[in-house]
């Protein structure tokens, strides 16, 4: 079946054929770590997920590149985040950067993210950096100026074509920073100076930091090649930082730097922009805090097209808060969870002639769906039409097992069931079947003691008109 995704840079669908068959070379922006990413972060580092989890199940070799950005990144006022994170917590930047580094890592394992093939860090390729820069002065694309080095964007007629803000449309001092020492104030910043800085290293233009944008340039070429078959961000990247990725690389290699571009949309918290000063400001920490799961909470931000903003609906504020998206999200998953123990613990003979049909008709929606552009609200409808079939059935044991195999392929895409779903101690498993079978010949005694032998065990198990639920104690 053929995939087709949106390309941000030519604005239409296209075909996705990796340039190496059966491999794909991605690379996802991720986090910069100077404090915990929050709900609307992860929306588009979970997109980035699916797309890995769907590509693998299509049979490719994903090579998934995240970067955690940990110097460069600067604020509206020219102050770079690691400092602005160092003042607020009276730490050094190194010692902030370790910290939320590997909380986002923590975070993104609480909500089932995939482990990249590489999370490099951008303090750990400075020679890279200073010598795709020093390849930019070279070809006369990069000069330098007073204290730092800046890539000359007059000299790349294509700046600008990602975003649509071309060369002509860009005035002066909308968007861009201005500085007296540029030649143009459009142009953007590849290694600077600033003696307050904590993180600085030695390079031919004086001690200094790297850009932001340079970073990604040499991290994704380092690890995947001059060229990319996928690069994904959120909706906030396109315009500078993804424009000058490709300015600077396409400079340096004279090759095309990406062939697909894929940008998430904003998330919305109840219906307006996220902010502190609203009170609508959340982290993946802050939602476990009020006991949600991880996988209620990857279901909830993975609501909707990634091309479309979405919204993750809220209730109230603060401590009264009332988190509806999520409340929705955990009714869908006990609905998934329930089928996955109907078909772990079907005991009916025979055969369902249907049952071949029924199940390749929803593999090949859920194919369809996500190979047009990850329509997940049409795959996800294609699970949820599946589950309606099969609970309607009295499932024959052989015909649910190739069933819940299915399911499981399903989660290996989506990752909606619980961790500890995969196997049950085989031990436990047998008890809870010698359990059920004592129920349906009304021997309350014998099921009572093996529900205590269950229990020693350390799982509990509840019964449900779908059949039994098993949970560690």
């Given at each position: 079946m053929t995939i087709r995704f949106f390309n941000t840079y030519?604005?239409?669908?296209?075909?996705?054929?990796?340039?190496?068959?059966?491999v794909v070379r991605m690379y996802n922006c991720g986090p910069t770590v100077y404090d915990f990413a929050h709900i609307g972060n992860f929306r588009s580092f979970l997109m980035a997920d699916l797309l890995r989890r769907f590509l693998e199940w299509k049979g490719f070799a994903v090579r998934q590149v995240?970067?955690?950005?940990?110097?460069?990144?600067?604020?509206?006022?020219?102050?770079?985040?690691?400092?602005?994170?160092?003042?607020?917590?009276?730490?050094?930047a190194w010692e902030i950067a370790d910290f939320y580094a590997e909380a986002f890592l923590e975070d993104s394992r609480r909500l089932g993210l995939a482990k990249a093939w590489e999370n490099p860090r951008a303090t750990r390729h400075i020679p890279e950096m200073i010598e795709l820069n020093r390849k930019l002065v070279e070809k006369g694309l990069a000069y330098f100026s007073k204290d730092s080095l800046y890539f000359e964007v007059q000299k790349f007629p294509g700046y600008g074509r990602l975003s649509g803000n071309t060369l002509d449309e860009l005035e002066a001092g909308a968007r861009v920073e201005?500085?007296?020492?540029?030649?143009?104030p459009r142009d953007f910043a590849l290694w600077k100076a600033d003696p307050r800085h904590q993180m600085k290293w030695e390079s031919p233009w004086g001690v200094g930091f790297p850009g932001w944008h340079v970073e990604c340039s040499a991290m994704s070429m380092k690890y995947l090649g001059e060229t990319l078959d996928i690069h994904t961000g959120g909706e906030d990247n396109i315009f500078p930082h993804h424009d000058c990725e490709i300015a600077q690389s396409e400079g340096?290699?004279?090759?095309?730097?990406?062939?697909?571009?894929?940008?998430?949309?904003f998330l919305l918290v109840g219906g307006e922009k996220m902010s502190k000063s609203l009170g609508n400001f959340y982290t993946v920490r802050d939602l476990a805090a009020a006991g949600y799961e991880g996988r209620a909470i990857r279901w909830a931000l993975l609501d909707?097209?990634?091309?479309?903003?979405?919204?993750?609906?809220?209730?109230?504020?603060?401590?009264?808060?009332?988190?509806?998206?999520?409340?929705?999200?955990?009714?869908?998953?006990?609905?998934?969870?329930n089928l996955a123990t109907k078909l772990r613990f079907a005991a009916a003979p025979g055969a369902d002639p249907e049952l071949p049909e029924i199940l390749a008709k929803a593999r090949r929606e859920f194919d369809e769906a996500l190979s047009d552009d990850l329509d997940i609200s049409r795959a996800r409808r294609a699970i949820f039409e599946l589950a309606g079939e099969l609970n309607r059935r009295d499932v024959p044991r052989t015909d649910a097992a190739v069933a819940l195999s299915l399911v499981r392929e399903f989660d290996a895409v989506l990752g909606f069931l619980p961790a500890a779903e995969a196997e049950l101690p085989a031990e436990v498993r047998e008890l809870v079947l010698a359990r059920e079978a004592a129920r349906k010949d009304r021997n309350w005694s014998l099921a009572d003691e093996l529900r205590a032998r269950i229990r020693e065990r350390g799982y509990v198990v509840e019964d449900t008109p779908r059949g039994p639920v098993w949970k560690k104690a």
């Open positions: 030519t604005r239409r669908l296209e075909d996705f054929v990796p340039l190496e068959t059966g995240m970067n955690l950005t940990d110097v460069g990144h600067l604020t509206d006022d020219d102050v770079d985040r690691m400092e602005v994170g160092s003042g607020r917590e009276k730490k050094t201005v500085r007296s020492e540029k030649r143009d340096a290699t004279g090759r095309p730097f990406v062939r697909h571009w894929l940008h998430a949309r909707g097209h990634y091309r479309q903003p979405a919204n993750f609906a809220v209730e109230g504020k603060g401590e009264a808060a009332r988190f509806v998206s999520l409340e929705s999200a955990a009714g869908s998953l006990r609905t998934l969870d």
